[in-house]
RNA sequence: GGAGAUUUGUCCGAGUGGUUGAAGGAGCACGCUUGGAAAGCGUGUAAACGGGAAACUGUUUCGAGGGUUCGAAUCCCUCAGUCUCCGCCA
């Protein structure tokens, strides 16, 4: 494990110890008493640590007294305190090496628990306890015949699935022809929808480190759900968060660059062992798929505001395709580990009668950016840590899904007008 | 991949074992000066983690990790980044 810095999460766990049970509770979480636990082994470091340097600010002072007598050349004074020094090492060494086992210890501990949930968030087990905040569009009425996507894919000729297993194994999609064009078309799209918002543009690697794994959370908490690559001990991405977030981390960013807005399109691996059914039918759930991130670093005091305004910018894209779609808010249960609170978009797929999620927008609060150390200084000079967001806008494979189902008509399928330009056709036929 | 050089604060840069968290400069901030600006002068200018109501104070950090030593930016080891040459290559 990294080092992620001594976490400022600690002193608000001790004086807030009631609160964060009721969010862990909230969030569903099921070690609770990992809480105590953190808080014993913390203050068990506490002392450890005011010990240790209790003795080291003694052997400090007594080695710079050692300097003074040598250059008074009171030789045999100086080997007498050499002495005296030499006496404390074996129990500071000691206590230096209990400390690094607690620290190690409430780090471990540390990072395996979830943020907490925003008062805002509702209560709630799973996906069915969500709440709908709007839901916009008509649901379209297909013509007799219409079919799901998997199989207008192979009518069209767009994605060849057989083949990406051969080439690599099932969930891996050869994108051909207008198929390919029409991903391409999308990110592009998508892309100059966020620099028209104000997001810059970056290309990220695809690979990450530990490091940058654990600043946003994916690790330890997804450790079985990211491609690893264990020669170098990297990361295959599951996410262009990651990479992006991890731009600022261990930086202070001066309040004027603030709000930090930055978008990126990646390619994005998940391993997600475990599914089965219509859920990864056809492009509903893919190992390797593409999406187009947005991130947000803002102060503390907006980033509810920010929040809501990534919720409209990424509702304006999603309704420029003319798809139907919804937004809930999702419940304490159903959050992912590092959210305080997060959106989900859904669109509808028409043929397979079904919500298809195409983004996810939360807010972090301080979470990510206390393991990354993003701060900013206040009015005062003071460090602060920033807020960190990040919505997809939006997740190419079920927007295609839709996009095929909601378009398709007996002569072939229409692409949306925002679309064509990038695609140059107005149809699929 | 091989050989050599290098890695110091926001930046440049000094520093080969003893008040060095770090000279000097630049930048930045504040103050003085000025009709205003520039120049000039003065002061200040890292972070993390502790103790303390606070003033203040302790520890750690000179690429990362380990070691030697009473004491390390300075010596040793391992790893990484950068640069140059060679090799390979889109």
Same mark, same amino acid.
């Given at each position: 494990?990294?080092?992620?810095?001594?976490?400022?999460?600690?002193?608000?766990?001790?004086?807030?110890?009631?609160?964060?049970?009721?969010?862990?509770?909230?969030?569903?979480?099921?070690?609770?008493?990992?809480?105590?636990?953190?808080?014993?082994?913390?203050?068990?470091?506490?002392?450890?640590?005011?010990?240790?340097?209790?003795?080291?600010?003694?052997?400090?002072?007594?080695?710079?007294?050692?300097?003074?007598?040598?250059?008074?050349?009171?030789?045999?004074?100086?080997?007498?305190? !050499?002495?005296?020094?030499?006496?404390?090492?074996?129990?500071? *060494?000691? &206590?230096?090496?209990?400390? @690094? +086992? /607690?620290?190690?210890?409430?780090?471990?501990?540390?990072?395996?628990?979830?943020?907490?949930?925003?008062?805002?968030?509702?209560?709630?087990?799973?996906?069915?306890?969500?709440?709908?905040?709007?839901?916009?569009?008509?649901?379209?009425?297909?013509?007799?015949?219409?079919?799901?996507?998997?199989?207008?894919?192979?009518?069209?000729?767009?994605?060849?699935?057989?083949?990406?297993?051969?080439?690599?194994?099932?969930?891996?999609?050869?994108?051909?022809?207008?198929?390919?064009?029409?991903?391409?078309?999308?990110?592009?799209?998508?892309?100059?929808?966020?620099?028209?918002?104000?997001?810059?543009?970056?290309?990220?690697?695809?690979?990450?480190?530990?490091?940058?794994?654990?600043?946003?959370?994916?690790?330890?908490? !997804?450790?079985?759900?990211?491609?690893?690559?264990?020669?170098? *001990?990297? &990361?295959?991405?599951?996410? @262009? +968060? /990651?990479?992006?977030?991890?731009?600022?981390?261990?930086?202070?960013?001066?309040?004027?660059?603030?709000?930090?807005?930055?978008?990126?399109?990646?390619?994005?691996?998940?391993?997600?062992?475990?599914?089965?059914?219509?859920?990864?039918?056809?492009?509903?759930?893919?190992?390797?798929?593409?999406?187009?991130?947005?991130?947000?670093?803002?102060?503390?005091?907006?980033?509810?505001?920010?929040?809501?305004?990534?919720?409209?910018?990424?509702?304006?894209?999603?309704?420029?395709?003319?798809?139907?779609?919804?937004?809930?808010?999702?419940?304490?249960?159903?959050?992912?580990?590092?959210?305080?609170?997060?959106?989900?978009?859904?669109?509808?797929?028409?043929?397979?009668?079904?919500?298809?999620?195409?983004?996810?927008?939360?807010?972090?609060?301080?979470?990510?950016?206390?393991?990354?150390?993003?701060?900013?200084?206040?009015?005062?000079?003071?460090?602060?840590?920033?807020?960190?967001?990040?919505?997809?806008?939006?997740?190419?494979?079920?927007?295609?899904?839709?996009?095929?189902?909601?378009?398709?008509?007996?002569?072939?399928?229409?692409?949306?007008?925002?679309?064509?330009?990038?695609?140059?056709?107005?149809?699929?036929?």
């Amino acid at each position: 494990m990294p080092k992620i810095g001594r976490m400022l999460q600690l002193g608000f766990i001790h004086s807030n110890r009631e609160k964060v049970l009721e969010g862990l509770k909230k969030k569903n979480f099921q070690d609770l008493e990992l809480v105590d636990k953190i808080i014993a082994s913390d203050d068990l470091r506490k002392n450890l640590q005011f010990n240790t340097e209790e003795l080291l600010a003694k052997r400090n002072a007594a080695s710079k007294a050692i300097g003074a007598l040598i250059a008074e050349g009171r030789k045999e004074d100086a080997e007498a305190k !050499k002495a005296e020094v030499s006496a404390i090492k074996e129990t500071i *060494d000691n &206590y230096a090496l209990q400390l @690094a +086992e /607690v620290e190690a210890l409430v780090d471990g501990m540390l990072v395996r628990l979830p943020n907490l949930p925003n008062e805002r968030v509702p209560e709630g087990k799973s996906a069915d306890d969500n709440t709908v905040i709007r839901q916009h569009g008509e649901i379209p009425q297909l013509h007799d015949g219409a079919v799901p996507h998997w199989d207008l894919i192979t009518k069209y000729d767009l994605v060849d699935f057989q083949t990406g297993v051969k080439i690599t194994g099932s969930g891996f999609a050869l994108y051909k022809g207008k198929g390919a064009k029409l991903q391409r078309a999308m990110i592009q799209y998508f892309l100059d929808h966020n620099i028209a918002g104000g997001y810059t543009e970056y290309m990220p690697p695809y690979v990450v480190n530990t490091a940058s794994a654990y600043g946003t959370g994916q690790l330890p908490d !997804k450790e079985g759900q990211m491609y690893h690559m264990a020669i170098d *001990d990297l &990361y295959l991405i599951p996410t @262009a +968060e /990651v990479p992006v977030t991890n731009i600022y981390r261990d930086e202070i960013i001066p309040s004027a660059s603030l709000p930090v807005k930055m978008t990126a399109y990646t390619p994005c691996f998940r391993r997600e062992a475990g599914s089965f059914g219509k859920d990864v039918r056809g492009l509903n759930r893919v190992h390797q798929f593409d999406k187009v991130e947005v991130v947000q670093m803002a102060e503390a005091s907006t980033s509810y505001d920010v929040l809501e305004e990534m919720v409209l910018h990424v509702e304006k894209l999603i309704q420029s395709l003319g798809l139907p779609y919804r937004i809930l808010l999702l419940c304490g249960g159903d959050m992912g580990f590092a959210s305080a609170m997060t959106y989900d978009f859904e669109v509808y797929s028409a043929a397979q009668e079904r919500w298809l999620e195409v983004s996810s927008v939360s807010n972090f609060e301080s979470f990510q950016s206390n393991r990354m150390k993003i701060r900013t200084k206040d009015e005062n000079g003071k460090t602060q840590l920033l807020h960190t967001l990040n919505g997809s806008s939006l997740a190419l494979p079920r927007i295609l899904a839709s996009l095929l189902e909601n378009y398709q008509t007996p002569e072939g399928i229409l692409i949306p007008e925002v679309l064509r330009p990038y695609f140059g056709a107005d149809m699929i036929a």
